[in-house]
């Protein structure tokens, strides 16, 4: 995640935030530029980056924004519909009279909007299902008697460019006790969001494409059963050496599964390198003078060409940033090994995005 300054003041401000706390300016996101800005009023309603008087570019506030304070980001004005380009996925929200299910909502869509700034920084489409079929779409649900399944509870999941969120995941009570049920070593709201998106880009981009035959060899046949793989992990758990394969034991159940966990990992990775460079993180010392770690100047892991240097830089970084949490008593931020068969499957989701990228600059 990039790191904003204040476009009136110049004090740090970060992606969440609304207000700027040394000049009380008002901020908004614009997803186009991918840039927080200070905004001024120009009319009812209507705003331009602050200090911008020459320019006619007007911004309105996301419905989600101006009304439920539950976003922060912009529409250009003269574009279509009152939801920005992160909130007009959203298919079904949670009924707002309730403050706990409207809080909980505020939680989601705040990870949320960490997940489209990933998708956007990587150039990959990002559209509403509303307006195209093959689009995104998302649904909030809370279990109520209409929406649970025979397990009792709303299924967090994908299906055809609808993710499904239970919004009890919001919760961090019920998602711990959900990650030791599952017997996992990292539950997170923004995780689930970029598993299941990663799902959705598995039907884009891998399905029926020149690829598929190279994921198969890389995760395997995912024409076998999904349902019946699911209920095996479910009963008897993963493989004894799943971690040599692997990077998570959920990601042995199913090459589909494999795919999302494998490109959840792609994302952690090249947005928390992002975060350290743009900190200037170096670190150096345990691995000698020639081994210090340092992001070049210039480095941007959501356009980094070579998949290796993103590996050389992440492997000390979590070293660093997992030790730094245990001094604070905290558990390890990434607790996984990466080894080379999941390295491999990294570098062809790399690979993946890369064509992708270079197929939307073409068209
Ligand atoms: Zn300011
Ligand atoms: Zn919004
Ligand atoms: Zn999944």
Do not use: C
């Given at each position: 995640m990039k790191l904003f300054n204040c476009t009136s003041c110049g004090n740090l401000v970060f992606f969440e935030n609304s207000v700027c706390l040394s000049c009380q300016s008002k901020l908004g996101f614009l997803p186009e530029e991918q840039n927080l800005v200070a905004l001024e009023p120009v009319g009812p309603k209507l705003w331009r980056v602050a200090g911008s008087e020459n320019s006619d570019r007007h911004y309105r506030k996301c419905f989600n924004y101006e009304v439920h304070q539950v976003c922060n980001w912009m529409i250009r004005d003269g574009q279509d519909g009152d939801f920005c380009r992160a909130c007009s996925l959203n298919r079904t929200i949670p009924d707002l009279?309730?403050?706990?299910?409207?809080?909980?909502?505020?939680?989601?869509?705040?990870?949320?909007?960490?997940?489209?700034?990933?998708?956007?920084?990587?150039?990959?489409?990002?559209?509403?299902?509303?307006?195209?079929?093959?689009?995104?779409?998302?649904?909030?649900?809370?279990?109520?008697p209409d929406t649970m399944n025979e397990s009792g509870s709303v299924m967090t999941g994908h299906?055809?460019?609808?993710?499904?969120?239970?919004?009890?995941?919001?919760?961090?009570?019920?998602?711990?006790?959900m990650r030791r049920k599952m017997g996992e070593r990292y539950r997170t709201i923004l995780g689930h969001f970029r598993h299941e998106s990663g799902h959705y880009y598995w039907d884009r981009l891998i399905r029926d494409s020149e690829f598929q035959n190279e994921f198969r060899t890389l995760f395997?046949?995912?024409?076998?059963?999904?349902?019946?793989?699911l209920a095996k992990h479910h009963a008897y758990g993963p493989p004894a050496d799943w971690h040599r394969f692997f990077v998570s034991p959920y990601a042995s159940c199913h090459p589909w599964e494999d795919w999302a966990e494998t490109w959840s990992h792609y994302l952690h990775i090249i947005d928390t390198l992002e975060t350290a460079h743009q900190f200037g993180l170096k670190i150096q010392n345990q691995w000698g003078e020639s081994d210090t770690f340092t992001i070049a100047q210039d480095f941007d892991a959501y356009r980094q060409?070579?998949?290796?240097?993103?590996?050389?830089?992440?492997?000390?970084?979590?070293?660093?940033?997992?030790?730094?949490?245990?001094?604070?008593?905290?558990?390890?931020v990434y607790p996984f090994v990466l080894t080379s068969p999941v390295v491999d499957k990294l570098a062809f989701v790399h690979q993946i995005i890369g064509s992708a990228q270079l197929m939307i600059r073409q068209h």
């Open positions: 009279n309730d403050q706990k299910k409207k809080f909980h909502w505020y939680r989601l869509e705040t990870e949320k909007r960490r997940l489209i700034y990933s998708l956007l920084r990587l150039g990959l489409p990002v559209y509403s299902q509303i307006q195209d079929p093959t689009g995104l779409a998302f649904d909030f649900l809370a279990d109520t299906l055809n460019g609808l993710i499904t969120i239970n919004i009890a995941e919001a919760d961090p009570v019920k998602r711990e006790d395997g046949d995912e024409t076998q059963d999904y349902a019946q793989a060409p070579d998949f290796q240097m993103l590996v050389r830089n992440w492997f000390p970084l979590t070293l660093a940033i997992n030790s730094i949490n245990r001094s604070m008593g905290h558990a390890h």
